[in-house]
């Protein structure tokens, strides 16, 4: 996946030319990569092949790949988000929750009757180059959708647009909460800390690091 090569190189790179040149009309490379893919390896490669499908339409079958652009579709944990925009800033996440049947932990959506709470909600999101307003809906959770005018995107109907962001904020759970003093969108679960200066779990046990119970769990550690 990472470094393009072909263990029967002469029969690979033919069979793989000889799909290039049957790609008909729009062509999306699909990739679903372990969460501890590489990411800047991984576009890399994705973008080698993308040029090998290109050079491929040079051919009698399909010329017209050399005039328009493959996109790129892949799956990935929503919190990779970040890494990948850094390496390829022309990816957009959507907001659909990909599932999966065989995974005891991913079956999930959170939504109709994919919504066991016995499963945590999938925490994998699909990733794109094409315009997200262009990819509607699964068939079946169009009501679970709505179109946002101001993102030019599908946005769960449990994630507000917030007019200070500019954006559809929430990327998992609960619809964010945005925070005057981060100027950002927070989980619901979170209060902002002003000793921290930053949104910090709301629950009892937080302490700052100045308070002497911080110096002696360090001390306890150190032991």
């Known amino acids: 996946?990472?470094?393009?090569?072909?263990?029967?190189?002469d029969t690979g790179c033919a069979a793989i030319s000889t799909f290039f040149e049957a790609c008909n009309g729009r062509s999306i490379i699909f990739c679903?990569?372990?969460f501890s893919?590489?990411?800047?390896?991984?576009?890399?490669?994705l973008t080698s092949l993308m040029?090998?499908?290109?050079?491929?339409?040079?051919g009698s079958c399909n010329k017209d790949l050399m005039s328009r652009d493959v996109s790129i579709m892949m799956t990935l944990p929503y919190f990779l988000g970040p890494k990948l925009f850094d390496t390829a800033p022309n990816m957009k996440m959507l907001d659909y929750k990909v599932t999966y049947e065989r995974h005891c932990r991913l079956t999930s959506a959170g939504t109709g009757g994919n919504s066991d709470s016995n499963r945590r909600v999938s925490i994998?999101?699909?990733?794109?180059?094409?315009?997200?307003?262009?990819?509607?809906p699964p068939p079946g959770l169009e009501s679970h959708f709505r179109f946002c005018e101001d993102c030019q995107r599908y946005s769960s109907v449990d994630n507000p647009h917030c007019d200070i962001c500019?954006?559809?904020?929430?990327?998992h759970g609960p619809p964010y909460v945005h925070c005057n003093a981060c100027s950002r969108c927070r989980p619901p679960g979170r209060v902002h800390c002003n000793t921290c200066g930053r949104c910090v779990p709301n629950s009892a046990e937080h302490t700052h690091h100045d308070e002497p119970s911080h110096e002696s769990r360090k001390r306890k550690l150190s032991r």
Do not use: W, Y
Request: proline content about 10%.
């Open 32 to 34: 679903d990569p372990p």
């Open 51 to 58: 040029e090998s499908m290109k050079k491929n339409g040079t």
């Open 166 to 171: 500019k954006a559809c904020t929430t990327l």
């Open 1 to 9: 996946m990472l470094n393009g090569h072909f263990f029967e190189e």
């Open 37 to 45: 893919v590489m990411l800047q390896p991984l576009m890399v490669a």
């Open 124 to 136: 994998v999101r699909l990733f794109t180059d094409l315009p997200p307003k262009d990819i509607r």
